[in-house]
């Protein structure tokens, strides 16, 4: 039973196409974020959501549009893809501090995006 | 400056070695601190947090020095199954419920290689 569970696992698209990566967490977590690890292996924040508000937006483009329909889904659409968005994208959620946190974010498997 | 720094490594040792782990971090005001574990084409896991007085978790060790702003993963008796990139990973502030501060930065990793 998988606790955080992104699709697709795998998407090869070409430049200029839209695409969107769904994930869904069942640990009644109330932050989730997306995290972007480039081809050097640097994983870095791209959205938080706590409760289905954003509250961090980490000067993504604007071509990245973050949604959270509840607190249990994060999806993230990508209109006209580039080349440098090839990448993992990895959901991930966590447990508020007031419920005694310590600061472990739950990783999906990721999304590997291939752009030609 | 990046905000976290590892050597990248590789570290190959073998079976039974220990092995050490440094990093540093730029931001005086980070409050929290964590070693994840990240398998070759898997998902970050959090293997622990690291306390100002240090802590062990069997045959790991971290060791937090906040005046130097660095960080430090001890792993004795290496086994073949921790072969993995070991990431570095600090908040930027104190977490709160639903804070900006509570995103992790993480550092680019280590890759542990053990051999037989």
């Known amino acids: 039973d998988t606790a955080v569970s992104q699709t697709p696992k795998y998407l090869v698209t070409q430049m200029g196409n839209d695409k969107s990566i769904k994930c869904e967490q069942n640990?009644?977590?109330?932050?989730m974020y997306w995290y972007k690890q480039d081809s050097k292996k640097f994983l870095k924040i791209m959205f938080s959501y706590n409760n289905k508000e954003l509250i961090i937006n980490e000067t993504v483009p604007n071509r990245f549009s973050p949604k959270s329909p509840d607190k249990a889904h994060l999806n993230l659409h990508i209109n006209s893809l580039e080349l440098g968005d090839s990448a993992v994208y990895f959901c991930a959620s966590s447990q508020d501090p007031k419920f005694g946190n310590t600061g472990e974010l739950f990783f999906g498997e990721g999304s590997r995006l291939t752009v030609l | 400056r990046k905000e976290v720094e590892q050597d990248p490594g590789p570290f190959n040792v073998p079976e039974g070695a220990t092995v050490a782990f440094n990093c540093t971090y730029s931001n005086s005001a980070s409050q929290s601190f964590f070693w994840y574990r990240q398998d070759c084409r898997k998902e970050p896991k959090l293997l622990m947090s690291v306390y100002s007085s240090g802590n062990e978790d069997g045959r790991f060790t971290a060791q937090l020095n906040r005046a130097s702003q660095y960080i430090s993963l001890l792993i004795r008796d290496s086994k073949l199954s921790d072969s993995a990139t070991y990431l570095c990973v600090v908040t930027p502030g104190k977490m709160n419920y639903g804070g900006a501060t509570n995103k992790l930065i993480f550092g680019t990793g280590t890759l542990l290689a053990v051999q037989p």
């Open positions: 640990l009644g977590h109330d932050t």
